[in-house]
């Protein structure tokens, strides 16, 4: 069998005296589309955040393709919430798209004609090529969401998370985005997808994750993805209660 | 070399240092950080000449950098307490440590040439006097020395970390995935802001600091597209307010350092207005030929049904 992308194991982390997440064993294989799926406040960002090592954690570890994450931090590229870009940075379509390839340059080493190749090709794969020269302010939210696809194609990372992808973009850029995601999982990379949306799951993801402060579910989309499990996930937010006790006994 | 010349060179290195220094705190949304850091130094530059008793001692300005670093250190740590948002935070710290530092200095520097007014005000108009001599070479001015010294180690720096920190100001979880320690690099480029904060407070007071880090960024990333073209137009924006407004100064004999604010405030008023796709008034055309199109758009199609 071979290693799984993202390996987490027993994660806890708490802001303040409160855990937002308890005690989370999470295995993402390698080539599957996989949703993080839970209400508000559940702790879906802050899971994403620990695996990025962005947040501090009380306990747990993260591999990512069985090494430690510092030593595979490259192997993921990152497609950040839309609401949290700075739009009005002063840079344009290449540019950003260009910054895919900061990575492999690697510590001063400027990116050349190479680079911006790579990124045009990424571009036009999106559809995008003819907006190159724009600054990304001048972008409706699904060509803006497509240009971070760009940088991520660009980067070339074995593993993806996207935050939120779906968020404030149109239906056509919606089921394009869906289309990309499957193809580069045909190509053999692992997605990871933050989602609000339950009516979707079905069609759009092959693995779902039901987070609630612990991990309610895990697996494949038709054996995770009950009723059942997801009322228990969206009803109650205290259920790091039974777990104490049980340890305790 | 005359007086004025030096003057007019030694506000325009001033303008150049803390221009470019301010587009990294522009992009990054961060502004308040120049005018927290600006007076935050002065606990440190008292507390030093207090102890070293030498006002042109280089370790008052190692001090003062140390102090604004204290400053940035402070404000992290409130904000990361989550009781206090990150520019309530600010406001605390460095109004504190400034009136630390106002203490110090009125009780302990009565008669010493090292006043509040001095700090607010500066006195680029006598910058040029100081001079600066090295192993028996003269160099020029103190202040011209001071601020050459940081236009070079700014431009330095950003040349040789441009990729890393538009990276930084951009997207700082990419930055954290590439390995890039993003907070390493936010510290150093804070740290090497307070120098400059430092070494053009002595040459130009607090207010002129925070006029020339922020105005001209400000107005550059509504002109620019590019980050590199904002570092280049914000640099040329800041040397235009401080050659004009020492050029305005002499007539009227006042101190450069309020028409050189003022005249970088007037620049971005004017690019505010007038900047050719992100200008307000260039906004409201586009507004307005955007609805006549969905009103000609509407019109044609509520008259289609009729025709058919």
Same mark, same amino acid.
């Given at each position: ?249 | 070399m005359s007086l004025l010349a ?39 530059? $008292?507390?030093? /000449?207090? +102890? ?6 280089? *370790? %008052? ?5 140390? !102090?604004? &670093? ?20 600010l406001g605390i710290v460095f ?58 180690? $700014?431009?330095? /720096?950003? +040349? ?6 538009? *990276? %930084? ?5 990419? !930055?954290? &995935? ?25 040459v130009a007071g607090t207010i ?101």
């Open positions: 069998m071979t290693v799984p992308a993202i390996q987490v194991e027993k994660l806890t982390v708490t802001y303040d005296a409160e855990p937002v997440l308890w005690d989370i064993d999470l295995t993402v294989p390698q080539r599957v589309v996989m949703g993080l799926v839970g209400p508000n406040g559940a702790g879906k960002s802050t899971l994403l955040k620990s695996i990025l090592d962005l947040t501090p954690k009380l306990a747990g570890q993260i591999k990512v393709l069985g090494q430690p994450f510092a030593a595979n931090r490259k192997a993921i590229g990152y497609v950040p919430q839309r609401s949290s870009i700075d739009w009005d940075f002063p840079t344009t379509v290449l540019d950003l798209v260009v910054m895919g390839t900061y990575g492999r340059l690697g510590w001063f080493r400027r990116p050349g004609e190479r680079e911006r190749a790579d990124a045009m090709a990424a571009l036009k794969r999106l559809g995008m090529d003819a907006y190159a020269e724009r600054q990304i302010n001048e972008l409706s939210g699904g060509q803006q969401q497509r240009a971070f696809l760009a940088r991520a194609f660009v980067q070339d990372a074995p593993i993806y998370f996207l935050d939120e992808p779906f968020a404030g973009v149109d239906v056509p850029t919606e089921k394009l985005i869906v289309q990309l995601l499957h193809e580069l999982r045909d190509e053999g990379k692992t997605i990871v997808v933050v989602q609000h949306d339950l009516k979707t799951v079905g069609e759009y993801l092959d693995q779902v994750s039901l987070i609630n402060q612990t991990l309610v579910a895990s697996g494949d989309v038709e054996s995770s993805f009950s009723e059942q499990l997801i009322e228990e996930t969206y009803s109650g937010r205290s259920r790091i209660c039974s777990p104490i006790v049980k340890g305790d006994a | 030096w003057t007019y060179l030694i506000a325009a290195l001033t303008a150049v240092a803390c221009s470019l220094a301010g587009v990294m705190l522009v992009v990054k949304r961060e502004a308040l950080v120049s005018e927290g850091l600006s007076h935050a130094v002065l606990p440190g530059i $008292v507390l030093a /000449f207090l +102890v070293f008793r030498d006002r042109s001692s280089p *370790l %008052l300005i190692l001090a003062a950098g140390l !102090s604004g &670093l204290l400053m940035v250190w402070l404000v992290q740590w409130i904000a990361r307490t989550g009781r206090v948002k990150q520019d309530a935070a109004s504190g440590m400034f009136s630390v530092g106002v203490i110090a200095s009125s009780l302990n520097l009565k008669n010493v040439h090292f006043h509040a007014h001095c700090i607010i005000d500066g006195n680029l108009a006598f910058a040029a006097l100081d001079d600066c001599h090295w192993f028996g070479f003269y160099l020029g001015p103190k202040a011209f020395v001071s601020m050459l010294l940081c236009v070079v180690g $700014v431009i330095g /720096f950003v +040349v040789v970390f441009f990729k890393e920190l538009k *990276l %930084l100001a951009f997207d700082e979880t990419t !930055s954290h &995935l590439f390995g890039f320690r993003p907070r390493l690099l936010h510290t150093i480029w804070l740290a090497i802001v307070s120098i400059v904060a430092v070494a053009a407070f002595e002129l600091v925070v006029a020339l880090m922020i105005a001209p960024a400000a107005a550059a990333n509504l002109l620019s597209d590019r980050l590199s073209w904002m570092f280049v137009l914000s640099a040329l924006l800041g040397v235009v307010a401080a050659l004009l407004g020492v050029a305005l100064s002499q007539p009227l004999s006042i101190s450069p350092a309020g028409p050189i604010s003022s005249i970088a405030g007037f620049e971005f008023l004017l690019i505010v207005f007038f900047a050719p796709k992100r200008g307000l008034i260039a906004r409201r055309i586009a507004r307005r030929r955007r609805r006549r199109l969905w009103i000609a758009l509407l019109a044609k199609r509520n008259r289609l049904p009729k025709n058919e």
